[in-house]
């Protein structure tokens, strides 16, 4: 099956329609078909961790999905994480601790720590480099990473209190 095929999915809140190749990849329909270009490409082989977007819910390696396969999904990118304030601290945190480093790792990393602090309020140091051992920071800024989701939790603990 070669032909286009329709597509329709949410992509950060918002109906899309499109019509592509059924082997075009989720991470490539989101920068080259919609222009989210937070959505960073770099190994093409779910290993760096760099394409991380929520569907349904769940943090997924876009570069492993087909956009066909997003079918009917909801799909949420970095942008529609910034863009909603979901993230704020964590970006703020990021930006404090220096983890920024050059930043291509940086969508994926924020996307999956914002998954672990969803799921775990107050992740020891060993839960936060397990939860982030997939995505790879290949300015080797982890220790300042990890620093920044550590502090992001101790302070939404304490919001919470």
Known sequence: M?????????????PVEAIV??????????RDNLKLTGTHVGCE???CGACTVRVNGEIV??????AVQAQGSSVETIEGLSDSGEIADLQAAFRER?????????????????????H????DRGAIRD?????????TGYQAIVDAVEATAR???????
């Open 21 to 30: 190749l059924p082997r075009l990849n989720l991470a490539d329909f989101l």
């Open 98 to 118: 220096n983890a920024l480093q050059c930043g291509y790792c940086t969508p994926g990393m924020l996307i999956t720590a914002q998954d672990l602090l969803k």
């Open 45 to 47: 082989h779910g290993v």
């Open 61 to 66: 390696r876009s570069c492993l999905i087909l």
């Open 120 to 123: 775990t309020s107050a992740p």
């Open 131 to 139: 939860h982030l051992s997939g995505n790879y920071c290949r300015c």
């Open 2 to 14: 070669t032909a286009p095929v329709p597509v329709s999915l949410l992509v950060n809140g918002d």
């Open 155 to 161: 302070a939404r603990a304490e919001r919470s209190t």
